[in-house]
């Protein structure tokens, strides 16, 4: 039995080929969108099955190619999700090409309804298309709209980018890939946009690291968005820190309220030393469970980020670790959780 990613490519090629998300109303659309995922040669590949319309045959014959149920289109875009998604995975290439197949959904296929109707009855009956309305209006209102007023493919489409660990959102007026994150309404769990607020408005200079990891995790980039991920957390407990000793870690030490934590020095925990130090009659000891929960977080991201590539040597060859865009998105949302629960506490 095929796996549920298998099945969400199969439902995404279904998507693409009944014309749900985005139009083939053109013989270069497909051209665009794989080019601008770095793979222009799956177009040369499949070309005839990606080209909706008339073309010439040599002797001047014309064929007339319909719109949108033309011959292997569905099979040639479920060829090339499969293909990406098997062969470039690890290294964000299918990052890449989803992104791009996402700033090319055609918003007047996705609204629900008469738009006509919504837009009469509404304050936003200055607007002459969908299109035109996501154009123009605030992005809050836009991706609540989206939220309630667009069609069963699209939010079907949704539904399998979740299974693929991926989103979507508007933002600077077009369809943007995200990390899936679970967001949830009632104001407790992992919310992305209730974190870059928080970040934005208490915290610019982390909202900025925030960003940029989920802008290198989009591209792909693994080791860049972990990377990312490691600055976010120190330079986040940086701020709690009030001597200038052992900086990030004392920030850590003094927010994270373990049992006994402000009897010791972090260099105690972290080299394991203080349960040699100080020992109890009954054997007890103590193991700053949240000191050492984002501690971990940190070397994770130190070995698979910004030390990804130190590593000992045996006959000669370095045996580093392969940051994969899978290790990135455990980063990434390891460091979203970090932070709802900073948030979390500050507010209690």
């Known amino acids: 039995m095929d796996s549920q990613e298998i099945i969400a490519l199969s439902k995404i090629a279904t998507l693409i080929s009944e014309e749900k998300i985005i139009s083939t109303d053109n013989n270069s659309i497909w051209d665009k969108i794989l080019s601008n995922a770095g793979q222009s040669e799956l177009f040369d590949r499949f070309d005839d099955y990606l080209k909706p319309h008339s073309y010439n045959y040599s002797g001047g014959r014309t064929y007339e190619n319909p719109n949108p149920q033309f011959g292997g289109f569905f099979s040639a875009i479920k060829s090339i999700l499969k293909k990406v998604y098997h062969e470039g995975y690890d290294n964000g290439e299918f990052n890449k090409l989803m992104a791009s197949i996402a700033e090319n959904i055609n918003p007047n296929l996705i609204f629900d309804g008469d738009f006509d109707e919504f837009n009469k009855g509404s304050i936003w009956n200055n607007y002459y298309t969908f299109e035109s309305f996501l154009n123009k209006e605030d992005e809050e209102t836009i991706n609540k709209v989206l939220r309630e007023n667009t069609t069963e ?68 980039s693994a080791v860049s968005c972990i990377t990312s991920c490691r600055s976010l957390i120190t330079g986040l407990f940086s701020k709690f820190q009030n001597d200038g000793q052992d900086k990030w870690l004392r920030g850590l030490q003094n927010f994270s309220k373990d049992m006994n934590v402000d009897k010791v020095t972090p260099k105690e925990i972290t080299g394991g030393v203080v349960n040699t130090k100080y020992v109890f009659p009954n054997g007890g000891q103590f193991n700053y469970p949240r000191f050492m929960f984002v501690y971990g977080a940190y070397k994770y991201t130190c070995d698979l980020g910004a030390h990804a590539l130190e590593a000992p040597m045996i006959d000669g060859n370095l045996q580093t670790e392969t940051t994969t865009v899978n290790d990135a998105f455990l980063a990434l949302r390891t460091v979203e959780d970090i932070i709802v629960w900073v948030k979390s506490d500050l507010s209690t």
């Not at 607020?197 to 200079?205: A, I, Q």
């Open 153 to 220: 493919g699209y939010k079907e489409f949704l539904l399998s980018l979740q299974v693929l660990n991926f989103e979507l959102t508007f933002k600077n007026k077009k369809f943007v890939l995200a990390p899936y994150t679970e967001s949830l309404s009632d104001g407790q769990g992992r919310d992305v946009s209730s974190i870059v607020r928080w970040l934005t408005t208490n915290h610019p200079d982390i909202a900025s690291l925030y960003n940029e990891a989920v802008r290198n995790y989009i591209d792909g």
